[in-house]
């Protein structure tokens, strides 16, 4: 099979690339979750940071190797069917275009919401954040809908503007804090004291929402120069450089406030840092770079949402696949799969608001959709890593073996990790989950072959 991409990237680009799809809006808004899980304890939150972090280095290597053996395979549906046939690629997609893409999208909408609200003081869940989301989420799916060209511009501009506030922050907040002291006494004072276990456990899950996107920048490998050799150097440097970025913005925000005053200040701590650091005007003008960081996540997201049943109506699966793999000549996009998709997003924003946002309307009923997606995520890569270990026989011991067994042991650590922190809410999930699922199997146009 041949391509028409072009051997166009070379290691240095492609580490820029790793880099600028993982980081993203989960920093700042899982920085606080950790800081409160741990208690104020930065020992324990860098901690959780280096855990969370090295499972994202070690899945992503192995995911290398695959993506060196298979030259031309992109995206995990493709690698679940390289790896486990193209029934498991098939629920792979249908769980990512039904849940994965559509939680993540509308909860980065109202993350993108919120930080705007942080910014014009208003509040972050009464009826100007709602609003601000709805128009955020319907704006962001106009773009990538009806003017793909221009999302992918606003991409790459939002890739550069959201390294600047972390790489500031990162550096000033922590020469500021050592000549203060504040680093010092962050670092020597526990704020609240919590169950070590239970909070590493839940510091760790929030850290995922953070790291997700890398499997994305395994794509790349078909566009890459000597891909077998830089390839895995490409995302083991970028996904080390993006661990080494947040865990000096963690310490830098250290050195502005103390961690007491962080906990108390919530969702306007990150704001309340920034001013501190760089005066009111400064700190606001690297705040709105937040924000862009924040709505650059939510363009890419989206991306992914409007092509989520495309990607299975392409392979003639799914529900109505002459239906949803129409393109459009105009825009070049798959319009009838963005709607679609939009209509997900819509879905998973109301469970969102009348679960995690106001007083609960469905009672027990409520889980965090920001974080047990990607956990699933997590359990879904290992049969993938397993079939890795059998089928590769001609690799070497560290590559067939040593790299998918560590990578098969962070995976059930986060598995694990989310049932400590998320307790009964993995059930409530779960039940969710399967229902979803089930809706597929009746889609699964294999059952009838």
């Known amino acids: 099979m041949e391509s028409n991409l072009n051997k166009k990237y070379g290691l240095i680009t492609a580490i820029a690339m790793v880099v600028g799809i993982v980081i993203g809006s989960g920093v700042f808004f899982k920085a606080e979750k950790v800081l409160a899980a741990t208690g104020g304890n930065l020992l324990l939150g ?13 899945c992503a290597y192995t995911f290398s190797i695959m993506a060196t053996r298979y030259e031309y395979v992109n995206g995990i549906v493709d690698y679940a069917e390289v790896s486990m046939g193209k ?28 930080y705007t609200c942080v910014l014009l003081d208003f509040n972050i869940v009464g009826p100007e954040a709602l609003a601000i989301t709805s128009f955020y989420l319907v704006t962001s799916y106009a773009v990538n809908a009806l003017s793909p060209v221009l999302a992918g511009k606003f991409q790459v501009a939002a890739t550069t503007i959201k390294l600047v506030p972390l790489l500031i922050m990162a550096v000033v907040g922590t020469i500021v804090g050592l000549s203060t002291g504040m680093t010092v006494a962050n670092f020597t004072t526990i704020t609240k004291q919590v169950s070590t276990g239970n909070a590493l456990f839940t510091a760790v899950v929030a850290t995922a929402f953070a790291y997700e996107g890398w499997i994305i920048a395994t794509s790349i490998n078909a566009e890459l120069k000597e891909s077998k050799k830089n390839l895995p150097k490409a995302l083991v440097i970028g ?54 960081s924040c709505l650059g996540t939510l363009n890419g997201l989206m991306l992914g949402c409007t092509r989520g049943i495309y990607a299975l109506a392409a392979r003639d699966m799914g529900p109505a696949p002459n239906v949803y793999k129409q393109v459009d000549k105009a825009t070049n996009m798959p319009t009838n799969s963005a709607i679609l998709g939009l209509l997900f997003c819509g879905i998973w924003l109301l469970y969102f608001y009348g679960s995690q946002l106001t007083e609960s309307w469905f009672g027990f009923f409520n889980f965090d959709m920001t974080e047990l997606p990607i956990v699933t ?73």
């Open 87 to 114: 029934k498991y690629g098939y629920y792979i997609g249908w769980f990512m275009s039904t849940i994965y893409y559509p939680t993540l999208t509308a909860a980065l909408a109202w993350v993108s919401a919120r």
């Open 377 to 449: 995520i997590y359990a879904a890569y290992i049969p993938i890593f397993i079939m890795l270990i059998k089928k590769e026989k001609d690799l070497g011991v560290f590559k067939r073996f040593v790299a998918p067994i560590l990578a098969i042991c962070g995976c059930l650590f986060m598995i694990v990790a989310a049932c400590f922190s998320h307790k009964m809410a993995v059930v409530w999930y779960l039940i969710t989950f399967a229902v979803i699922m089930l809706i597929g199997v009746f889609f699964d146009k294999s059952r009838s072959k």
């Open 239 to 292: 996904t080390v450089l993006v661990v080494v970025t947040y865990i000096l913005y963690y310490i830098g925000l250290s050195g502005a406030v103390s961690n007491a005053a962080l906990m108390e200040s919530g969702q306007k701590g990150v704001r309340m840092a920034f001013e501190k650091v760089f005066s009111k005007v400064g700190g606001t003008a690297l705040f709105v770079f937040v924000v862009i």
């Open 46 to 58: 860098i901690l959780a940071w280096l855990i969370g972090g090295a499972i994202m280095v070690v």
